[in-house]
Structure formats: C-alpha cells, structure tokens
C-alpha cells in the first residue's frame, strides 16, 4: 500500500510540474515572429497579442527613459516605441545602435480622438476597433499609433 502511495504522489508531483512547463512551451510556440513593418502597417490586427521581433534600438527617450524606438533590421526608416515598464532600469543610451529581440503586447492609441469627440461628445466606445469604425462612419481619418509594452527581451 505504502508503495503504491509513493508512485501515485510520485505520479502526480510530475504531473503537476509538466502541466505549467507545457503550457509554456505552447504559448511560445504561439508568439509569431514578424518584421516591424508587418505590425505598424496594421496595427489592429496585433491588438491586445503578443508579438516578437527584432531591431536595432533606434532611440532611448533622453526625458522618462520609459520607451524606446525599435527600427527594422532591413529598413530602419520603419520603427515602433516600446514601452519598457519594469524593464526600465535594464536600458540607457548606451544601448542606442544595439540589435535587440523584443516579446510583447501590441497596443495602439488613436492621437484624433479629440475630432471624434468634437462630433459625438458621448461616443461610448469600448475599444480602439469601435473609435476607428465610428471615426471612419463620420467621415474622419484616425490616427492611430502602434506600440508594444515589453514582456522580455534579450540584447544581442
């Protein structure tokens, strides 16, 4: 009896340390790769998903410190900010010209939403998908501002 207790807690003490590290590995099987064009050229798409890619930090802001600018590789005159967050302290302007990878959250803002405003002043939107689809039925053009708040990263 005792033994058949042991390999059953044996049994599930490995059971339970496997389940997180598999669901660890399918969620980062499930984080795509992409170029930075792909994601400031449709930001919405990438709403609220996490997304990697790689760059070179274009610029460290000189004023918080809590953002930087990412350029592509191939094509460095298409760029998105990331905000660093907690990752903060672990960049300054020594890293300027660095390649680095990036893992995280694809957000956008819409800069016009004061135009919306001025023609509704109660629009009631619920998420930047519903701003834009009102914005474009009133005949205005939003403008709207990819970024990414970082999750990870690793400078190379």
């Known amino acids: 009896m005792k033994r058949l207790f042991v390999l059953m807690a044996a049994a ?24 930075i064009a792909e994601l400031v050229s449709d ?16 610029h460290m802001c000189r004023h918080s410190g809590d953002k930087m600018r990412v350029a592509q590789l191939d094509n460095q005159e298409m760029s998105i900010q990331v905000r660093l967050g907690d990752f903060m302290n672990y960049f300054s302007m020594e ?25 509704d002043a109660d629009h009631g939107c619920e998420s930047t998908e519903e701003a834009i689809a009102l914005m474009a039925e ?5 403008n709207i501002r990819p970024y990414i708040k970082l999750n990870a990263f690793e400078i190379k």
Do not use: R, W, Y
């Open 12 to 35: 599930f003490i490995a059971a339970a340390c496997a389940g997180p590290v598999a669901e660890e590995q399918a969620a980062e099987e499930q984080i795509e790769h992409m170029a």
């Open 43 to 58: 930001p919405l798409t990438f709403e609220n998903k996490t997304v990697s890619f790689e760059g070179i930090i274009d």
């Open 95 to 119: 890293n300027e010209g660095n390649i680095v990878s990036i893992v995280g959250t694809m957000h956008t803002e819409v800069l016009n939403m004061a135009e919306l405003e001025e023609h």
């Open 138 to 142: 009133k005949g205005i053009d939003p």
